[in-house]
C-alpha cells in the first residue's frame, strides 16, 4: 500500500470537519467515548449521517456505502471521535452487512441492509455459549426445521448490547450428524420474535454492555438464513476476520492519547505538571510511536480487505492488529488510571453526587477512566482472545 501523503485526503478530512461542524448535535457528543453510546444517541447520528449520504462509510458504492477508501474511512473515525460523536452499530456495519452483501440473497440485502443504512435495524451478534467461545465450532443452540421455520433451543453468552437490538444474527447447529463445522448453519432472527428472553449480565464497570439470550421454541423463518445449510462455518470466517480487524480500535487509541495529554497538562506531581516529568514523557513517546505503527496496520488490512485479499498473510495481519491493538488499549488505559492519582480511584460519579464533584474538582473530566480500565480488561478476550489469536498467526505463517 502507498504511505504517500495524498493532499486529496486533507481536502476530505475539511470536508468530514465542516460536516461535523454544521450537523452534528451538540447535545449528542460526549467529551468521554465509551465502549458504545446510548440507544438514542447512536440511531439519531446513524440517521443523520443516511441523511447526508453517508450512512455506510465502510462500504463500497454498490452496496450503498460511500465507497471511501481505507484512509478515508480512518480520517472520518478519527475525526467523528475527536468531534465527540456517538458511536456506529459496528455490528451492522463491520459484521453483518459485509456478511450479508457477501453471502445473503437480494431480499436479504435489500431489507437488511437498507435497515443499516437508514439506522432503523440495530444488530446483536449471537455465536458464544457457555463452553463454546474460543472452540465455537462446539455450539450447541439447536435449529430443527419445520416446514417454513425452523424451531430454536438454546442459549447465546456475553451477547453485547442484545438489550438495545432489534435483531439478532446467530450461528445454530442444524445438521447435529455432520462433521462439527459443516453442521452450522447462519440465522438472522427478529429479537421480539416469542421465546427470546435476554437476561443482563453486568461488568465489572457495573455497566450494562452484555447479556445471556435464551431461546425456548423459537421460530426462524428458514428465508431469514444467509446462505445454505452448514455455510455457517465459512460466512463465520469471513466475518470474524473483519472482527479480529475491527477490534484493534483506533479512534479509541487516538482518543486516550489526547486524554493523557491532557492529564499531563491539568494534574501535576512534585510541583510540576505531570507532563514534565521525564518518565511521563517516555510513556507518552512510546504511546505515540505505537499508535503510529497501529495506525498504519489498520490502513494496511483494511486495503487489503478493500482489494479482496483474504490470503493467509490478509488473515494473519488482521490477529496481529488485534493482539497489538488491544494490549496497547489497556496499557493506555491502565495508565491513564495510574496519572490520575487518587482521582483515579473514582470509578464513576453521577450527576447527583455534588460532594465527591466538590472533593474532586477533575472528575467531570476523568471519572469515567477507572471504570473503563476496568472494563478493558476484556478486549484481550472480545473478538477472540490473544492466545487464539497467536495460534491463528503461528498457523497462518506455514502457509505464506
Ligand atoms: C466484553 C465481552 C463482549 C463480548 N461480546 C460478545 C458478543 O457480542 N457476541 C458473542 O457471540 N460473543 C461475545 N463475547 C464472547 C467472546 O467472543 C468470548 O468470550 C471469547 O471468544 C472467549 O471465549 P470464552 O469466554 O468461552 O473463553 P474460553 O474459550 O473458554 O477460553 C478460556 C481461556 O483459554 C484460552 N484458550 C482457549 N482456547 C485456546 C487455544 N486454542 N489456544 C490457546 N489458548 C486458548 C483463552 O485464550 C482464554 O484465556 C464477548 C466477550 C466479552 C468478554
Not at 454498490?62 to 465527540?84: L, R
Not at 421460530?219 to 452448514?230: K, L, S, T
Not at 484481550?380 to 498457523?395: D, L, P
Request: aromatic share 10%.
Amino acid at each position: 500500500m502507498d504511505f504517500k501523503p495524498d493532499p486529496y485526503l486533507k481536502t476530505f478530512r475539511d470536508e468530514v470537519r465542516q460536516f461535523l461542524s454544521e450537523k452534528l448535535d451538540p447535545a449528542l457528543t460526549s467529551s468521554f467515548q465509551d465502549f458504545r453510546s446510548d440507544r438514542e444517541s447512536l440511531v439519531a447520528w446513524q440517521k443523520i449521517l443516511h441523511a447526508n449520504g453517508w450512512g455506510g462509510p465502510y462500504w463500497p458504492k454498490h452496496h450503498g456505502g460511500t465507497g471511501w477508501t481505507a484512509h478515508q474511512q480512518q480520517i472520518f473515525d478519527e475525526e467523528c471521535n475527536k468531534a465527540g460523536a456517538p458511536s456506529l452499530d459496528i455490528f451492522g456495519h463491520k459484521l453483518l452487512g459485509p456478511a450479508v452483501n457477501e453471502f445473503g440473497d437480494d431480499r436479504q440485502k435489500q431489507e437488511h441492509c437498507a435497515k443499516i443504512l437508514s439506522g432503523d435495524r440495530l444488530w446483536c451478534q449471537g455465536f458464544s455459549e457457555p463452553g463454546s467461545g474460543s472452540d465455537l465450532a462446539s455450539l450447541r443452540t439447536s435449529a430443527e426445521l419445520k416446514g417454513q421455520h425452523y424451531l430454536v433451543n438454546g442459549q447465546k453468552i456475553w451477547t453485547s448490547y442484545a438489550h438495545e437490538a432489534d435483531w439478532i444474527f446467530l450461528l445454530v447447529r442444524t445438521n447435529p450428524e455432520a462433521k462439527k463445522q459443516a453442521g452450522i448453519s447462519f440465522l438472522l432472527l427478529d429479537m421480539k420474535t416469542p421465546g427470546i428472553s435476554v437476561r443482563p449480565i453486568i461488568s465489572i464497570d457495573q455497566r450494562h454492555h452484555l447479556n445471556e439470550v435464551f431461546f425456548d421454541k423459537v421460530q426462524a423463518p428458514v428465508e431469514d438464513r444467509v446462505g445454505n445449510e452448514g455455510d455457517g462455518w465459512n460466512i463465520t470466517k469471513f466475518l470474524l476476520n473483519n472482527e479480529h480487524a475491527t477490534t484493534a480500535e483506533l479512534p479509541t487509541l487516538q482518543a486516550y492519547f489526547r486524554h493523557l495529554k491532557s492529564i499531563g497538562k491539568k494534574l501535576s506531581y512534585a510541583g510540576r505538571p505531570l507532563a514534565e516529568h521525564s518518565t511521563f514523557r517516555l510513556r507518552m513517546a512510546r504511546f505515540e510511536a505505537e499508535i503510529s505503527a497501529i495506525t498504519m496496520m489498520v490502513a494496511r488490512v483494511a486495503s487489503l480487505d478493500q482489494a479482496g485479499d483474504h490470503s493467509p498473510a490478509a488473515q494473519s495481519l488482521g490477529s496481529l492488529l488485534k493482539i497489538r491493538g488491544t494490549e496497547l488499549m489497556q496499557s493506555m488505559s491502565q495508565f491513564i488510571v495510574e496519572s490520575l492519582g487518587e482521582y483515579g480511584a473514582v470509578s464513576y460519579v453521577s450527576p447527583a453526587e455534588t460532594s465527591a464533584k466538590d472533593a474532586l474538582p477533575l472528575a467531570d473530566d476523568f471519572g469515567e477512566f477507572a471504570a473503563n480500565a476496568f472494563f478493558r480488561r476484556a478486549a484481550t478476550i472480545y473478538g477472540g482472545s490473544s492466545e487464539v489469536q497467536r495460534g491463528i498467526v503461528s498457523k497462518m505463517s506455514f502457509q505464506f
